[in-house]
C-alpha cells in the first residue's frame, strides 16, 4: 500500500486525542475542529471525561466520542473505576478506554485483572470497550500477550497498547504480540497502537502489522485504530503530497 492510501485509510482509523493537564474548553473545540477532513473524517475524538460534553457540541456529526478511566496510573479501585465509566457513559460517552491494572498483573493477581476487566464490559454494555493493557511497563512478550488474552476472554473490543504516558509506549514488537493473540483467538477484537505517533511513517508501521497478521478486511475504524494528538498533520501532508 502505498503511502498517500495508508494515510487517508489511517485517518478513517484516528481517534484525535488531547488528554494534557491544561485542556481547556478552546483547545478541545480547537480539536475537534481538526477532526473532518477533505478526506474524510477521524473515527474519534478522545479526551477526559470532563470535556465529552465540549466534544460532543463541536465534533463533526458520526465522529464517535471517547474517555479514558482509572488514567493513567491505571491503580484506582475497581469501585472507582465504574464510578468513572458510569458518569461518562451519562455524560455521552460512546467509547471507553480504561486501563488495564497491569502492577496487579505484574505482582501475579490475574484474578483481580480479570474481576476489573468484567466489571468494565458489564458498565460498558453495548459501549466500545478499549482496554490499555501498558505493554511498555509489562515489557514482556509473555506478560503481553497473557494481558492480551484476559482481554479477549473477558470481552473487549480492543487491546489498546499504551497510555502514553509512560517510557515506553507503543512498539511494533509489542503490537505484534497482542496481533498474534487476537488472530489465535479467532474473535473480531480489535487492536489499537497509542503512544509516541507522530509520523506518517511511525502511524503505518501498525497499518502494515495488521494487514500482515489478520488480514486487509481489518483495516477500517470497527477493527483497527491510531490514537494520536499530532499524527493527522502528517497524514494530511503524506496525501497532498502524493508520497
Known amino acids: 500500500m502505498d503511502n498517500p492510501t495508508a494515510a487517508k485509510n489511517?485517518?478513517?482509523?484516528?481517534?484525535?486525542?488531547?488528554?494534557?493537564?491544561?485542556?481547556?474548553?478552546?483547545?478541545?473545540?480547537t480539536l475537534c475542529r481538526?477532526?473532518?477532513?477533505?478526506?474524510?473524517?477521524?473515527?474519534?475524538?478522545?479526551?477526559?471525561?470532563q470535556f465529552i460534553s465540549v466534544a460532543l457540541r463541536e465534533a463533526p456529526q458520526g465522529v464517535k466520542i471517547a474517555t479514558v478511566v482509572n488514567f493513567p496510573e491505571g491503580n484506582s479501585d475497581i469501585k472507582n473505576v465504574e464510578?468513572?465509566?458510569?458518569?461518562?457513559?451519562?455524560?455521552?460517552?460512546?467509547?471507553?478506554?480504561?486501563?488495564?491494572?497491569?502492577?496487579?498483573?505484574?505482582?501475579?493477581?490475574?484474578?483481580?485483572?480479570?474481576?476489573?476487566?468484567?466489571?468494565?464490559?458489564?458498565?460498558?454494555?453495548?459501549?466500545?470497550?478499549?482496554?490499555?493493557?501498558?505493554?511498555?511497563?509489562?515489557k514482556t512478550t509473555a506478560l503481553i500477550k497473557k494481558a492480551s488474552q484476559m482481554c479477549i476472554e473477558e470481552g473487549a473490543d480492543f487491546i489498546k497498547t499504551s497510555t502514553g504516558k509512560t517510557k515506553v509506549s507503543a512498539t511494533p514488537e509489542a503490537a505484534n504480540a497482542i496481533l498474534e493473540?487476537?488472530?489465535?483467538?479467532?474473535k473480531n477484537v480489535g487492536f489499537k497502537a497509542s503512544?509516541?505517533?507522530?509520523?506518517?511513517?511511525?502511524?503505518?508501521?501498525?497499518?502494515?502489522?495488521?494487514?500482515?497478521?489478520?488480514?486487509?478486511?481489518?483495516?477500517?475504524?470497527?477493527?483497527?485504530?491510531?490514537?494520536?494528538?499530532?499524527?493527522l498533520s502528517d497524514l494530511l501532508k503524506t496525501i497532498e503530497q502524493g508520497f
Do not use: W
Request: one cysteine or more; glycine letters at 6%.
Open 83 to 138: 464510578k468513572e465509566i458510569k458518569k461518562a457513559i451519562k455524560s455521552g460517552a460512546d467509547e471507553i478506554d480504561a486501563v488495564l491494572p497491569y502492577k496487579q498483573l505484574l505482582s501475579g493477581n490475574e484474578e483481580y485483572c480479570r474481576q476489573y476487566l468484567q466489571m468494565c464490559r458489564n458498565c460498558c454494555e453495548e459501549k466500545t470497550l478499549k482496554i490499555i493493557i501498558e505493554s511498555g511497563e509489562l
Open 10 to 29: 489511517m485517518i478513517s482509523s484516528l481517534d484525535l486525542t488531547s488528554l494534557n493537564h491544561n485542556d481547556t474548553t478552546e483547545t478541545i473545540t
Open 181 to 186: 493473540v487476537i488472530k489465535a483467538s479467532g
Open 195 to 231: 503512544g509516541g505517533i507522530k509520523t506518517t511513517e511511525d502511524a503505518k508501521k501498525y497499518l502494515v502489522l495488521v494487514n500482515a497478521i489478520l488480514g486487509n478486511a481489518r483495516i477500517s475504524k470497527k477493527h483497527f485504530r491510531i490514537g494520536a494528538s499530532s499524527v
Open 34 to 49: 481538526k477532526a473532518e477532513t477533505k478526506y474524510g473524517n477521524v473515527a474519534a475524538i478522545c479526551v477526559y471525561p
